[in-house]
């Protein structure tokens, strides 16, 4: 356990989970927020309605789908800022690239898991039917198996 605790990569990772867990709330509150008042997405049953009771619309699936991919492509612009700035603060070096290529790069690679998240969300609700929040799931796991090994061995300098 105390090489473990004493490893870089371990201790560099766990620097990362800490990020991305702020980052993953901060998209989640973004998400939410757009999915309740902007881009109306949210049904009766999920989480945060039921929490805190919240006024919705009755809208269809297809809408549904449409407007929970533009709230979390809205949510992505702002989270994955909270994301940069706490990576190159706090879990990696920046200076590879130049820093606007950095963030060309950081968004672009983000911006290609979101996508594929995004996707995926929009099939489940469509398809499926699957509670928005569930759906919305989907691109914090498709973004957390993509983005740090793209992030620390491209991106960044390790």
């Known amino acids: 356990m105390e090489q473990l ?9 766990i620097k990362y989970a800490l990020a991305g867990g702020l980052a993953t709330a901060s998209h989640i509150l973004f998400f939410h927020l ?3 008042k902007i881009f109306p997405a949210l049904q ?12 919705i619309r009755d809208i269809n699936d297809y809408q549904r789908a449409r407007n929970s991919m ?6 992505f ?23 606007i290529i950095e963030i060309l790069l950081f968004y672009a690679v983000s911006g290609i898991s979101m996508a594929i998240g ?12 699957i509670l928005t929040t569930y759906a919305f799931g989907t691109n914090i796991v498709t973004a957390v198996m993509i983005n740090y090994a793209v992030r620390k061995f491209f991106i960044f300098q390790g």
Not at 44 to 55: A, E, G, I, S, Y
Not at 118 to 129: A, Q, V, Y
């Open 77 to 99: 612009i702002f989270a994955n800022m909270v994301a940069y700035i706490t990576n190159i603060l706090w879990v990696f070096e920046s200076g590879r690239h130049h820093i």
């Open 34 to 36: 757009t999915a309740w």
């Open 5 to 13: 605790l004493h490893n870089e990569n371990f201790i560099q990772f």
């Open 44 to 55: 009766p049953k999920d989480h945060l309605v039921r929490l805190f009771k919240l006024d």
């Open 70 to 75: 533009l709230s979390n492509f809205t949510a």
């Open 118 to 129: 995004t996707s995926l969300m929009g099939i489940l609700i469509k398809r499926f039917g």
